[in-house]
């Protein structure tokens, strides 16, 4: 065993002589300097540092690239540096190998394996490309140029950039674990539906919310021109919105209803047009429109499209019942305990940060300064710190639930953070950061139709969609399949 192992070494210190040798004897050019350059530029990061901050000057995909590719060099940095550096001691290759004009002014004197640019470089490609393949495309041949560089200004051998690159590209890929990337395809829709298809809007009334969103989109501009015959309808500053659109749906004229705002407006004319079995038509102009990127509706095209030629489907919609009070409808979640302010801080913290890290600091600031509540979940009593349910399984598993795979399952996706463990918060934040929540007995999470909560002790409030609702003592939340009929791209007609 020893002797192969020595003939493997042995093979790998010959290979790397000859690609090092044949590098050193490549004929001056100007990519000389422009590789010395760059070489330099990559020291402590600092290139896709930059790199980083120019694709966080855009939300979305570009500045969850840039998050995680910063999260994966500081893996990939720390594995090289304080792990495989010290424990895998290796001589760079001697100065006089490369040409004086393309050696380093000022030559690392670390230990020559593995190579940390390399490292770094490929960590930050790999991790931008699986949030924005568009963007990885850009930096993929820069990281490779920087990698390829340590070797032609003779400071590292091949095989130090080749273990590199693939340490870093690892760890990039291990983010996955604890910060899954969201898939770009809508949720499935297994109960397509055929509605009203209406070209010119007739028929059509559209709520429109002119404060939702941060107005990239004018909405009622947007609606006069693509739907000239729609009625356009705007919420009263004083008065009851639902018995408004009540009155506006008895006149018989209206055969379809649509909303431009944020989830809690698009929730509340889902509703009234879940009670009148009319399809509903969602522009999405707020901040984060969790349904209608489920939808698959990124933008207000796709659903022109849908509603020009009738495409569409059914989904669910949640209840919740307090104290036998009337129903309360929700599209996505509701929740009990701290959950709603958990969505208060990754809603403000999410622009800057991204959905994921967003999450997780709002997680560890809500626990840090909750109170956990005395309930009975489903006829079993916990002492909890947050409870979540969600309109349909979500995912990823674990507390930052964030997308969903199909939207007409009919099942509540409940979990909740318990409190009647030892030291409760701390093994949940670990277990979350990790990736170990489905192994931890703090955190607790299944899918049900139905799911009746009991509060013993002061009333508390439920928020759904992220909005605040009555406060109470008797919860009982229930799924509704196939509830809504909404529009939305087809899949097999286009």
């Given amino acids: ?140 041949p820069i990281a490779a140029a920087v990698a390829y560089s340590r070797v032609h200004t003779g400071v590292h051998w091949p095989s130090d950039v080749v273990c590199g690159a693939a340490l870093g590209a690892g760890m990039a890929w291990a983010t996955r674990r604890w910060w899954p990337v969201r898939p770009a395809e809508q949720a499935a829709g297994a109960s397509p539906a055929e509605l009203p298809a209406l070209p010119d809007g007739a028929g059509l009334a559209v709520l429109v919310n002119p404060e939702a969103g941060v107005g990239t989109l004018a909405p009622e501009q947007w609606v006069t021109r693509h739907w000239p015959a729609a009625k356009v309808v705007y919420p009263a500053s004083s008065g009851d919105l639902v018995a408004e659109l009540d009155r506006l749906v008895a006149a018989k004229s209206v055969r379809a209803l649509g909303v431009a705002g944020g989830d809690g407006t698009v929730a509340t004319v889902a509703a009234v047009a879940a009670r009148h079995r009319l399809p509903l038509a969602v522009l999405p102009t707020g901040t984060l429109n969790h349904f209608a990127m489920d939808l698959g509706l990124p933008g207000p095209t796709p659903v022109t499209e849908a509603v020009r030629h009738g495409w569409g489907c059914t989904v669910d919609l949640g209840t919740a019942r307090v104290d036998g009070q009337p129903i309360r409808w929700f599209l996505n979640t509701a929740s009990l305990g701290g959950y709603p302010e958990m969505v208060r801080f990754r809603e403000k913290w999410a622009p800057r940060w991204g959905k994921w890290p967003a999450a997780a600091a709002a997680s560890v600031r809500v626990l840090y300064d909750s109170t956990p509540l005395d309930l009975e979940i489903a006829g079993v009593r916990h002492k909890v710190w947050v409870l979540f349910i969600g309109n349909g399984a979500y995912a990823p598993r674990g507390f930052a639930p964030t997308w969903r795979p199909n939207l007409d399952n009919g099942l509540l996706d409940v979990r909740y953070v318990r409190a009647d463990t030892r030291f409760s918060r701390l093994r949940f934040v670990i277990a979350a950061m990790t990736g170990a929540l489905k192994r931890s007995r703090t955190y607790v999470e299944h899918s049900c139709p139905e799911l009746d909560v009991v509060v013993h002790g002061r009333p508390v409030a439920v928020a759904t969609d992220g909005e605040i609702g009555p406060t109470g003592t008797r919860f009982t939340f229930a799924a509704h399949k196939d509830a809504l009929q909404v529009y939305r791209p087809s899949t097999t007609d286009r």
């Fill in 1 to 140: 065993m020893l002797d192969r192992l020595h003939r493997v070494i042995s093979g790998v210190g010959k290979t790397d002589r000859d690609l090092a040798l044949r590098s050193a004897r490549l004929p001056p050019t100007t990519a000389d300097i422009a590789l010395k350059v760059l070489s330099n530029a990559a020291n402590h990061s600092m290139l896709w540092l930059t790199a980083a901050a120019v694709l966080g000057l855009r939300s979305g995909s570009t500045r969850r690239a840039a998050i995680r590719g910063i999260a994966a060099i500081a893996c990939a940095s720390a594995i090289t540096n304080l792990l495989g550096k010290p424990l895998l001691p290796r001589r760079r290759p001697p100065a006089e190998l490369v040409a004086p004009h393309r050696r380093l002014t000022e030559p690392p004197l670390s230990s020559s394996f593995p190579s940390g640019h390399a490292a770094s470089a490929a960590a930050f490609a790999t991790a931008v490309a699986m949030e924005s393949p568009a963007a990885g495309a850009i930096i993929a």
